[in-house]
């Protein structure tokens, strides 16, 4: 198991899951996730509370995959399938065969974020991390 922590330092302002928002003084990182025979690589991310994260996803797959960052309830929501391309918005971004694509999330609770892929078949076959958000 491979465990990345992502150190955070004092940064620019950034926005609440990507929208305008009242948070001030949020710190931003990147962090880089491969996928690697329907796996990402690393599956678990550790963040301090307030970090507003860049994720730069590698597909080195022959097939396209995705990346939706989000609750429960937002992984349902996708793995019920509504869209077949995610444009890089925040916490949603699909990524080409072959490909690189970037998109942001900004943790502001304490708690556990899942991470997963919800191309057919892909979740039950455990494409999906979690990111561990702490103080």
Not at 108 to 119: D, I, N, S
Request: charged content about 20%.
């Amino acid at each position: 198991m491979v465990v990345v922590t992502v150190i955070v330092a004092a940064g620019a302002a950034g926005c609440a899951r990507g929208d305008a928002a009242e948070t001030v003084g949020l710190r931003d990182r990147t962090v880089e996730l491969r996928v690697h025979h329907s796996r990402f690589i690393p599956a678990l991310v550790s963040v301090s509370v307030g970090s507003h994260v860049r994720f730069v996803v590698r597909n080195d797959d022959p097939i396209v995959h995705e990346l939706i960052i989000g609750d429960a309830a937002v992984q349902l929501r996708h793995e019920r399938g509504t869209e077949a391309w995610h444009p890089p918005r925040p916490g949603e971004v699909s990524v080409a065969a072959g490909a690189m694509a970037t998109t942001t999330f900004t943790f502001l609770t304490t708690g556990t974020t899942e991470f997963a892929c919800h191309m057919p078949g892909h979740y039950a076959y455990g494409m999906r991390g979690a990111v561990t958000v702490t103080r």
